[in-house]
């Protein structure tokens, strides 16, 4: 996804060129429509201008903040969230509600960057900070967002395997490779047809977990308890409810998100820019909002199907397939490793989609979208052929996520705190102070994890 590329930012919010407030111009168009685009920014222009309301003007806006969200479903939460409800039943629910609303102040911070200055968060760091201080982001979002990769493509590998026994996990890696360059082929079309598949994916991994949920029935009275009531029961629970909310925010959707929203819908004033934000703010609401209802599902799932069942620990998500097979029958395995193969290729896909951006936004160079997607699922298939235990690679990645979480959340908030690059968007003094401990504690638990993994503990 090409930006622009000025030799510096605008001093306010606003793009180049933008009119006078209280002057009405039309929404200004991607440099290149296709005509699926057209017809998306056609209706866009008419929610803005006020023909369209309710429903019918959300629609055209709807799509970054779902596409943002799949790293929320992600193979990683899959195996975090089975082992918190099999091990803690669901005590942890409440862990998992409160990184959810994280997230969704994160994430409209990150569509907010786009929309107010045309640029995502890795342009605006080239454009702000020292070029080494460039140098050194950009080397660290490559090696996370192949560290995503990984994780995903072995999640999406894992699940293949899991359906279908008789597929060697390196063939199906080999098939998860053909059906990802097939999704980012469609993405070539326009951004339209690439949100939609993503959020058909999305909606197989909804399907798949309120069918589990149905089959496992959970008594809604501890489910309420585990949300509202926070505790721990003894230190373990607490590292792994750190683990959850620290594992909460995925450093490479914070660069895509800003790039997902800086061109899709241009406001040409600064009332349109903040119809704009409300409008995807609500996409953010609306998407994160079902990625944290497939996270509370997935732990519930564990908590009702393995907690106090004598199931043991579940060492992989291939043991909690077998083991959902055996607890609830009624092909609730298939429906996990449906779930799990539609996961892994949908966050695979934004994985790479991501990259483009940090190499496009850092250094203002870029590869074919086919050459990154082979380049960086090369480490998942060695690892696989030689090998390597899948579960602990993803594992191992997760912990090379945690690395990359402060150098993408800080700058995110000094920026939206900006009231010259925001301009009329620009944080609220009471949403710097929430956005400031939200990042303080993420950062915090996070650099915790990484102590508890070099101490050995």
Same mark, same amino acid.
């Given at each position: 996804?090409?930006?622009?590329?000025?030799?510096?930012?605008?001093?306010?919010?606003?793009?180049?060129?933008?009119?006078?407030?209280?002057?009405?111009?039309?929404?200004?168009?991607?440099?290149?429509?296709?005509?699926?685009?057209?017809?998306?920014?056609?209706?866009?222009?008419?929610?803005?201008?006020?023909?369209?309301?309710?429903?019918?003007?959300?629609?055209?806006?709807?799509?970054?903040?779902?596409?943002?969200?799949?790293?929320?479903?992600?193979?990683?939460?899959?195996?975090?969230?089975?082992?918190?409800?099999?091990?803690?039943?669901?005590?942890?629910?409440?862990?998992?509600?409160?990184?959810?609303?994280?997230?969704?102040?994160?994430?409209?911070?990150?569509?907010?960057?786009?929309?107010?200055?045309?640029?995502?968060?890795?342009?605006?760091?080239?454009?702000?900070?020292?070029?080494?201080?460039?140098?050194?982001?950009?080397?660290?979002?490559?090696?996370?967002?192949?560290?995503?990769?990984?994780?995903?493509?072995?999640?999406?590998?894992?699940?293949?395997?899991?359906?279908?026994?008789?597929?060697?996990?390196?063939?199906?890696?080999?098939?998860?490779?053909?059906?990802?360059?097939?999704?980012?082929?469609?993405?070539?079309?326009?951004?339209?047809?690439?949100?939609?598949?993503?959020?058909?994916?999305?909606?197989?991994?909804?399907?798949?977990?309120?069918?589990?949920?149905?089959?496992?029935?959970?008594?809604?009275?501890?489910?309420?308890?585990?949300?509202?009531?926070?505790?721990?029961?003894?230190?373990?629970?607490?590292?792994?409810?750190?683990?959850?909310?620290?594992?909460?925010?995925?450093?490479?959707?914070?660069?895509?998100?800003?790039?997902?929203?800086?061109?899709?819908?241009?406001?040409?004033?600064?009332?349109?820019?903040?119809?704009?934000?409300?409008?995807?703010?609500?996409?953010?609401?609306?998407?994160?909002?079902?990625?944290?209802?497939?996270?509370?599902?997935?732990?519930?799932?564990?908590?009702?199907?393995?907690?106090?069942?004598?199931?043991?620990?579940?060492?992989?998500?291939?043991?909690?397939?077998?083991?959902?097979?055996?607890?609830?029958?009624?092909?609730?395995?298939?429906?996990?490793?449906?779930?799990?193969?539609?996961?892994?290729?949908?966050?695979?896909?934004?994985?790479?989609?991501?990259?483009?951006?940090?190499?496009?936004?850092?250094? *203002?160079?870029?590869?074919? !979208?086919?050459? %990154? +997607? /082979?380049?960086?699922?090369?480490?998942? =298939? #060695?690892?696989?052929? &030689?090998?390597?235990?899948?579960?602990?690679?993803?594992?191992?990645?997760?912990?090379?996520?945690?690395?990359?979480?402060?150098?993408?959340?800080?700058?995110?908030?000094?920026?939206?705190?900006?009231? *010259?690059?925001?301009?009329? !968007?620009?944080? %609220? +003094? /009471?949403?710097?102070?929430?956005?400031? =401990? #939200?990042?303080?504690? &993420?950062?915090?638990?996070?650099?915790?994890?990484?102590?508890?993994?070099?101490?050995?503990?």
């Amino acid at each position: 996804m090409e930006g622009r590329h000025p030799a510096d930012l605008p001093p306010k919010g606003g793009r180049p060129g933008t009119n006078p407030p209280g002057t009405k111009a039309p929404i200004e168009h991607a440099v290149v429509a296709l005509p699926g685009e057209e017809r998306v920014l056609r209706a866009a222009e008419k929610a803005l201008n006020g023909q369209t309301r309710g429903l019918r003007a959300l629609v055209p806006f709807l799509g970054p903040a779902f596409v943002a969200a799949v790293a929320y479903v992600d193979p990683g939460n899959f195996a975090t969230n089975i082992a918190g409800g099999a091990q803690y039943g669901y005590m942890l629910l409440w862990v998992v509600l409160a990184a959810n609303l994280m997230a969704m102040l994160v994430q409209s911070m990150s569509a907010k960057l786009g929309i107010a200055t045309g640029f995502n968060l890795a342009e605006v760091c080239r454009q702000r900070f020292p070029r080494r201080v460039v140098f050194g982001l950009w080397i660290q979002a490559e090696i996370i967002a192949m560290a995503t990769d990984l994780a995903e493509f072995i999640g999406a590998a894992i699940g293949i395997h899991l359906l279908f026994p008789s597929v060697p996990l390196f063939v199906a890696g080999i098939i998860t490779a053909f059906a990802a360059f097939g999704i980012l082929a469609i993405q070539s079309r326009g951004f339209r047809g690439f949100e939609a598949v993503i959020t058909a994916l999305v909606a197989v991994i909804v399907a798949s977990f309120a069918f589990e949920v149905f089959l496992a029935r959970p008594p809604v009275s501890e489910v309420a308890a585990g949300l509202f009531i926070p505790r721990f029961d003894g230190t373990e629970s607490i590292l792994l409810g750190a683990g959850i909310l620290g594992a909460t925010v995925m450093p490479h959707v914070i660069y895509l998100h800003s790039a997902l929203t800086q061109r899709r819908v241009v406001g040409a004033t600064d009332a349109e820019q903040r119809k704009i934000f409300n409008f995807e703010r609500w996409d953010v609401v609306i998407a994160m909002g079902v990625a944290g209802i497939v996270n509370i599902a997935m732990l519930a799932l564990a908590a009702a199907a393995f907690h106090g069942h004598n199931i043991g620990p579940l060492q992989g998500l291939d043991q909690a397939y077998k083991a959902l097979g055996v607890r609830l029958g009624h092909g609730a395995d298939i429906f996990f490793g449906l779930g799990l193969l539609a996961s892994g290729l949908s966050s695979s896909s934004v994985g790479t989609l991501a990259g483009q951006v940090v190499m496009q936004g850092f250094i *203002h160079r870029q590869i074919p !979208l086919f050459l %990154r +997607r /082979a380049i960086t699922m090369a480490p998942a =298939l #060695v690892i696989i052929a &030689i090998g390597v235990d899948p579960s602990r690679a993803l594992v191992l990645s997760q912990v090379v996520l945690s690395f990359g979480i402060p150098f993408a959340l800080i700058p995110l908030l000094l920026f939206c705190r900006d009231p *010259h690059l925001m301009g009329s !968007l620009v944080n %609220r +003094r /009471a949403t710097n102070v929430i956005a400031t =401990l #939200v990042v303080g504690v &993420i950062v915090s638990l996070n650099v915790f994890l990484i102590y508890l993994l070099i101490a050995g503990r």
